[in-house]
């Protein structure tokens, strides 16, 4: 498999909107979780404020009277609420994004499912040729992580892509450990 | 990583180094502009250019690491992302699935069709 088709096979991602209620779809060839509309945000926020800040500094600096003074201040404030406000709005958006990109990734992992609700088995019983095959499986082919209490069939998504050593279930009793409650490895022994 | 190589790779990073930098000099410099005067109407100038403008250049240093830190989270969760497709990929049955019972057995590998069905 090619890097390319991998890229092509990327679904749109949602970006949350500036207001929080609507979303947003973000080009998946997009580097980073902003939008142009954001970062046109941040600028123009930034450099009001920024041009706030220094024109009452201009003014501050332009007379000697105090109470005048005080009436630059508060465009001072302004400018500074100004700009604090599209940087705090540039920062949260980035990490709703962030959030709900990652959110769309467990919920298409069907790992996480199975890590999630363990205990539910919504699965339909198998065919008896497929438990007898467990059955032989679970007889012949349980693997267990080297160091750990558990042993697992050989298809559990908790030892796949990992180092393991296979033994029967006397084995692996032997050794300390017990079935894993995910993949059951006991129950298909049992049938 | 040479510095010219981390400045261009890690630039949102050493630009909120440099703003944050700048915001603490122009603070200490409104700082030493304030205690240097005696006079309130000299020194509201160096509140709102020191004071203001260093929390400013504070503040724009704070968002550009936020942000660079929200941009690695996104480039990890590219290669999350392309990672789970490569093994969604790969878990495929690459085989094709034998027919049911009952059913003609396949044609080898390379033979041609000689009917149709209708």
Same mark, same amino acid.
């Given at each position: 498999? $090619? *890097? ?58 332009? !007379?000697?009277?105090? !109470? ?20 705090? *709005? ?6 709703? $994004? ?10 298409? !992992?069907?790992? $996480? ?23 032989? !499986? ?31 279930? &006397? ?13 059951? &490895?006991?129950?298909?022994? *049992?049938? | ?12 990073? /050493?630009?909120?180094?440099? %703003?944050? #930098? ?20 000299? +020194? ?15 503040? /724009? ?20 992302? /392309? =990672?789970?497709? #490569?093994? +969604? +990929? %790969? ?5 094709? /699935? #034998? ?7 396949? #044609?080898?590998?390379? =033979? ?7």
């Amino acid at each position: 498999m $090619t *890097a390319v088709q991998v890229t092509a096979a990327r679904p749109v991602r949602r970006a949350a909107g500036s207001t929080g209620r609507e979303s947003r779809a973000v080009p998946a060839s997009s580097s980073v979780p902003w939008l142009p509309s954001d970062a046109l945000r941040l600028l123009v926020c930034n450099v009001l404020g920024l041009l706030l800040v220094v024109g009452a500094w201009l003014g501050v600096g332009s !007379t000697a009277q105090v !109470t005048a003074q005080f009436g630059w201040l508060s465009l001072v404030v302004i400018g500074f609420l100004i700009s604090s406000v599209g940087s705090g *709005a540039w920062v949260l958006t980035g990490r709703r $994004t962030v959030g709900l990109r990652l959110a769309e990734l467990l919920e298409s !992992t069907p790992l $996480t499912e199975q890590l999630l609700h363990p205990a539910v088995d919504t699965h339909e019983p198998p065919p008896a040729a497929v438990v007898a095959e467990d059955a032989r !499986t679970a007889s012949d082919l349980l693997s267990a992580v080297p160091g750990t209490a558990r042993y697992h069939r050989a298809g559990c998504a908790l030892v796949r892509g990992k180092s393991v050593e296979h033994t029967d279930v &006397p084995g692996h009793e032997t050794s300390g450990r017990r079935p894993c409650e995910l993949c059951r &490895p006991d129950e298909g022994a *049992a049938a | 990583m040479g510095v010219k190589t981390f400045v261009l790779v890690q630039w949102d990073r /050493v630009f909120a180094w440099v %703003a944050v #930098a700048l915001g603490l000099l122009v603070l200490l410099i409104g700082w030493l502009g304030v205690s240097r005067s005696a006079f309130v109407f000299e +020194q509201l100038p160096y509140v709102v250019s020191g004071g203001v403008g260093g929390l400013f250049l504070l503040g /724009v240093g704070a968002m550009m690491w936020l942000s660079a830190d929200l941009r690695d989270e996104w480039r990890k969760l590219d290669a999350l992302e /392309v =990672a789970l497709l #490569a093994t +969604q +990929q %790969a878990e495929l049955p690459d085989e094709p /699935v #034998a027919p049911p019972l009952g059913s003609a057995a396949p #044609a080898p590998r390379g =033979a041609r069709r000689t009917s149709r069905s209708s």
